[in-house]
T-cell receptor
Framework: GAVVSQHPSRVICKSGTSVKIECRSL??????MFWYRQFPKQSLMLMAT?????????EQGVEKDKFLINHASLTLSTLTVTSAHPEDSSFYIC????????????FGSGTQLSVL | SQKIEQNSEALNIQEGKTATLTCNYT??????LQWYRQDPGRGPVFLLL?????KEKRKERLKVTFDTTLKQSLFHITASQPADSATYLC????????????FGRGTSLIVHP
C-alpha cells in the first residue's frame, strides 16, 4: 500500500519561532496534498490543498502568510508554521492523493505541535 | 452549506456484537463516500469506499451501505473485537476533477471485552 511519511511526529517550540513539518509520499507520486489540523475530539479541518508545482489553495479563515505550504515535488510537501503562538498548538496531518489511485487518501501519522 | 454529520457520542458495545455507525449528509449529492479509521495520535487509515450507484460494499467484517434517498451511509463491523476500538470518520467526495474531501467529526467506537 501507499505510504506517507510525516515528520516530526511531535515538536515543542517557543512562541515566535517557526516550525516546518514535512510530508513525503514514499512509493507513489502525490499529485495533490492536503493539510489538516485537528483539535482533540474534533474533525479534521482542511487548511489547504496543494498541487505539485502550483500555489496552495487555502481554506477560508486560514492565513496563508502564517501557514506556508510548499509542494515543490511529487513526493514532498511542507507546512511551515511561522511565528508560532500557543493558539497554533494542534495536531497537524497531511494526506496525499494520486489520480491513478482514485479517490483514496493516504495520510501521514500526524505532528503534534505544542507552542509554549 | 454542505454538512456531514456523525454520531457525536461514543458507541459502546460488547465484544462479538455488531457495531453500526451512521453518517448523514445534507445539501450535497456526493458521488461516493469513504470510511476511515483513526487511532489516537495517528493519521486516518482508509477502510472502504462506496459509490452512489452501489447499495452495499463489504470487506471482511466490514460492511458499508449508501442510501442516496435518505442521504445516509451506515458502517457495520460484525463480530466486533476490542481491537476495533477507534474513531471512525466518513468523508464524501464529488467525483469530479476538483476534489475537496470533507470529513465528518467521527464516531468513537469502544468495544468492551
Amino acid at each position: 500500500g501507499a505510504v506517507v511519511s510525516q515528520h516530526p511526529s511531535r515538536v515543542i517550540c517557543k512562541s515566535g519561532t517557526s516550525v516546518k513539518i514535512e510530508c513525503r509520499s514514499l512509493d507513489f507520486q502525490a499529485t495533490t496534498m492536503f493539510w489538516y489540523r485537528q483539535f482533540p475530539k474534533q474533525s479534521l479541518m482542511l487548511m489547504a490543498t496543494s498541487n505539485e508545482g502550483s500555489k496552495a489553495t487555502y481554506e477560508q479563515g486560514v492565513e496563508k502568510d502564517k501557514f506556508l505550504i510548499n509542494h515543490a515535488s511529487l513526493t514532498l510537501s511542507t507546512l511551515t508554521v511561522t511565528s508560532a503562538h500557543p493558539e497554533d498548538s494542534s495536531f497537524y496531518i497531511c494526506s496525499a492523493k494520486n489520480r491513478d489511485r482514485g479517490e483514496k487518501l493516504f495520510f501521514g501519522s500526524g505532528t503534534q505541535l505544542s507552542v509554549l | 452549506s454542505q454538512k456531514i454529520e456523525q454520531n457525536s457520542e461514543a458507541l459502546n458495545i460488547q465484544e462479538g456484537k455488531t457495531a453500526t455507525l451512521t453518517c448523514n449528509y445534507t445539501n450535497y449529492s456526493p458521488a461516493y463516500l469513504q470510511w476511515y479509521r483513526q487511532d489516537p495520535g495517528r493519521g486516518p487509515v482508509f477502510l472502504l469506499l462506496i459509490r452512489e450507484n452501489e447499495k452495499e460494499k463489504r470487506k471482511e467484517r466490514l460492511k458499508v451501505t449508501f442510501d442516496t434517498t435518505l442521504k445516509q451511509s451506515l458502517f457495520h463491523i460484525t463480530a466486533s473485537q476490542p481491537a476495533d476500538s477507534a474513531t471512525y470518520l466518513c468523508v464524501f467526495g464529488n467525483g469530479g476533477g476538483s476534489y475537496i474531501p470533507t470529513f465528518g467529526r467521527g464516531t468513537s467506537l469502544i468495544v468492551h471485552p
